[in-house]
């Protein structure tokens, strides 16, 4: 996945988050 | 090459003439060059020439020409026209090529079929070599689009290791799918425990016999946790905003990513700095790449920005989208090549190469000067207490006074107070940074060489020796400051009134301390400053190589011998010295801070304090052995004391 720095660990983490996310919708 | 038509004379004779006649028209045209004439053209010139009927003089010529096998009769809208050529009879020229080599070189027999021009052949010449693209088989092409996709969630629930079964914590085992739970979220608990640490006693999935129910509309999926765990057992929920967690967790995970990348086998991110960038865009240099650079350095005789390297050499310019990623590439490569070494900063990325003498002057050896500036990594740097580090950080400038030794050779050490205001190295095996200092007071400018301390070897400064010499004296105070670029700083010192005095100079020719006059217009501590007046005796001590002076216990016990007040007599001799006036005289020698000298002062069995007076040490030296026994010393010496590259390390190996 790592997409064009903590940017990397960054855009990581937004991925993860929306999975979880549309997972729990 | 004229025909000789057989035709009666009169016409033979007309034709001779006619043909001339139009040769001489088309004189300057080439020999098989078609020269055209109408009949009415020359039926109406001849008859004015000859005053003869027109009509009739075109029947006769009409006649003779086309008899004549030199003309060529031809009809166009009606009109006659005769062709002819200075050759005689005009033949068209036949340009047909039949060579055929450059066809059958350039037209395959089979072309193969291509949906794409650039295919075949590059529509495009690259600046530079660029990396081919390695193409993949369509077999594995095909194994890669069967592969199944990993979902992201379940690539953390589940990473590289086969996970073992985990059932949902606080559920009791679904009895059929029907009646499994909707999928729900773990309510964020005051203190997020790993799920692992909840579980009981590990229960095998047992499948019990499902009643016949009717198939549910949607499958259900098992309730997932939002909470992960780090290897050292911190908790990162993930339904919580992504800068809170970054906020939070962001330089643990960013060191986790780090050391994950760093240990990839393939190294399909690769990292210069703190920046990272995928392996199989970086832009490729080859040798003649690394040549061209080389010797632009040497040219220029200065360390270069990567980004004037990519003007100079490359004429890259920085608004082209690629622009961020050919530095990186350079960068990049720079540093894995032996001949160049990195000395910029975060912000600066300066390039030297080997056999660039970065900074003038080698008095003072690299070797030597790690060693005798190791007594502030070994815990006796004291420079805080002159200046705190925070206040430094704030205020962005460090103030100090010089010493005799840093103003002779323009050497300052890196103690904790400068190490506060300068940049730290990028790399983790950088060993020295470029900084340009500035005097604002003399509009110069000199190249300052940070060496960083590494392992028990201290850092300095190098480079400012002409300065400190052409503007000020051991004493000044001189202040270092911050600007807006971060290898930029500027150096000042307050100026004052013209004053001479009698100072101690290093004269390098004689090898010895002497006094002289010197003019200096700086504000100077007037306790730093040593003049025969205050410090008579300093021209006495001796200037020992740079190797000795690495043995602060000898130096402190010379000089103790030199400038202390003999207190004891001839026989059993004894000095008394105060720590301030050792503390100028040593630094004469080299450098050593306060702390330094109280400690080698205190572990020192031939020195005491004053216990009446504070900051007075007495030194009463041991009876000197004879001469016999230093000389069986000496010839022990060599065989105790392993080479000196053994002794220490290879860093400054080099600079020997």
Known sequence: RLWTDTDLVRHYLEILSKAVREENE | MTA?????????????????????????????????????NLAAFLARREGRDRAELEAVIDAALSADSRFTREVVDGEVRFVTSRQGAYVPRDDTDTHSFKQRLHEPEHPLPIDDISVVVSTSRPAITT???????????????????ESEAQAVAAPEAPAPVVEPV???????????PAPVVEEAAPEPAPVALEMPAPAPVVEEPAPPVAPAPRPVQPPRSTVFTLSDGTAIDLRRPVDEIMAEHGELLAQVLAERLEHDPLQRIVRFGRKYYPEGSLASFGKNDLRKIRDYILERNEPLLDTEIIADLYYHNPRQADYEGFRFSLNYRLHREKDFEFVGVEGAYLWATRGLAITSGKRVKAAEMGQITSYL???????????SIEAI??????????TFFEWEYGVLPLDAGLAALLPPPLLPDQRSAVLRFESPQHYTT??????????????????????FHEHLVPGALITIARTGEPNLFHITYEEGP??????????????????????????VDEDQLPTQSRYGRLNRLKAFP?????????????????????????????????????????????????????ALLERGEDFSADESTPGLYYYAPAPRASTEEVEEEEEELPEERPPLRQRYSSRYDEDE
Not at chain 2, 7 to 26: F, K, N, S
Not at chain 2, 132 to 148: G, K, N
Not at chain 2, 393 to 402: A, D, F, I, P
């Open chain 2, 131 to 149: 990396v081919e693209p390695v193409y993949i088989s369509d077999y594995w092409q095909m194994q890669l689009a069967a592969a199944p996709v």
């Open chain 2, 546 to 598: 740079m190797g000795e002076r690495r043995k602060a216990e000898l130096m402190l016990e010379h000089v103790s011998e030199i400038i202390g007040d003999q207190v004891g007599t001839p026989a059993e001799p004894r000095y008394a010295v105060t720590l301030d006036d050792l503390y100028v005289a040593f630094n004469v020698l080299r450098p050593g801070s306060r702390a330094y000298l109280k």
């Open chain 2, 170 to 180: 606080s559920e009791e085992a679904p009895a059929a799918p029907v009646a499994a």
């Open chain 2, 498 to 523: 013209e004053q001479s005095e009698r100072l101690l100079t290093f004269d390098e020719k004689k090898n010895r301390l002497a006094f002289a006059n010197v003019s200096f217009y700086c504000v």
């Open chain 2, 377 to 387: 990594v070994e815990g006796y740097d004291d420079s805080p207490e002159l200046q």
């Open chain 2, 4 to 40: 000789a038509p057989t035709l009666p004379t009169d016409q033979q004779a007309l034709a001779e003439e006619i043909y001339r006649l139009m040769v001489a028209q088309g004189a300057l045209f080439a020999v098989d060059t078609p020269i055209r004439q109408t009949l009415a």
């Open chain 2, 393 to 402: 950080r704030q205020s962005g400038n460090v103030t100090r006074l010089l």
């Open chain 2, 446 to 467: 000199y190249l300052v060489e940070v060496r960083f301390p590494a392992g028990n070897r201290g850092g300095w400064l190098q480079g400012l020796e002409e300065f």
